[in-house]
């Protein structure tokens, strides 16, 4: 494992997925490691709940999937600038489709050495999914998964 060549930290924009990706940038500024940023957006085509209120909506679900993405994007030249990440080699991707899928994708095609996630995302339900998706990754990466605590989340 040692030394770390590249670094894969998904993010969801929340400030534990933050959190995540700074101690991201610690693990590579010391191993002189790249780091990769991930988002994955949802893939909406064919999403029942969507499919009966397109008409009436007048979007459809490829336009959302170009929304998010565009948005995505923005948010990620955002955090890059936001969190300093200076110093450090960064590269940011998206990707389309289920999260723990796609971060485990990537990880491989990518050969990263380590993949840092934390075991929070958003709250409420999408805190709850978040949390799945960390535990779906450290089940199925082929490389080491660090998962990261944000103990204040938790009143602890």
Same mark, same amino acid.
């Given at each position: 494992?040692? =030394?770390?060549?590249? %670094?894969?930290? =998904?993010?969801?924009?929340?400030?534990?997925?933050?959190?995540?990706?700074?101690? /991201?940038?610690?693990? !590579?500024?010391?191993? /002189? !490691?790249?780091?990769?940023?991930?988002?994955?957006? =949802? !893939?909406?085509?064919?999403?029942?709940?969507?499919?009966?209120?397109?008409?009436?909506?007048?979007?459809?679900?490829?336009?959302?999937?170009?929304?998010?993405?565009?948005?995505?994007?923005?948010?990620?030249?955002?955090?890059?600038?936001?969190?300093?990440?200076?110093?450090?080699?960064?590269?940011?991707?998206?990707?389309?489709?289920?999260?723990?899928?796609? %971060?485990?994708?990537? !990880?491989?095609?990518?050969?990263?050495?380590? %993949?840092?996630?934390?075991? &929070?995302?958003?709250?409420?339900?999408? &805190?709850?999914?978040?949390?799945?998706?960390?535990?779906?990754?450290?089940?199925?990466?082929?490389? =080491?998964?660090?998962?990261?605590?944000?103990?204040?989340?938790?009143?602890?």
């Amino acid at each position: 494992m040692l =030394p770390l060549k590249r %670094i894969l930290c =998904p993010t969801d924009f929340s400030d534990f997925s933050y959190d995540a990706i700074e101690k /991201g940038v610690e693990l !590579a500024k010391h191993f /002189g !490691a790249e780091l990769c940023v991930l988002y994955v957006t =949802p !893939a909406l085509e064919n999403t029942p709940a969507l499919t009966p209120f397109q008409d009436f909506v007048g979007v459809d679900s490829g336009q959302l999937e170009t929304a998010a993405w565009n948005h995505a994007e923005r948010k990620l030249v955002e955090l890059i600038k936001r969190h300093h990440l200076s110093g450090v080699r960064v590269r940011s991707l998206i990707r389309r489709g289920l999260p723990a899928e796609e %971060i485990v994708s990537v !990880a491989d095609e990518e050969k990263s050495d380590l %993949i840092v996630i934390a075991t &929070h995302g958003l709250t409420g339900w999408r &805190h709850q999914v978040f949390g799945s998706v960390a535990e779906e990754v450290l089940r199925r990466s082929r490389c =080491p998964v660090l998962v990261t605590r944000v103990l204040e989340a938790q009143g602890e």
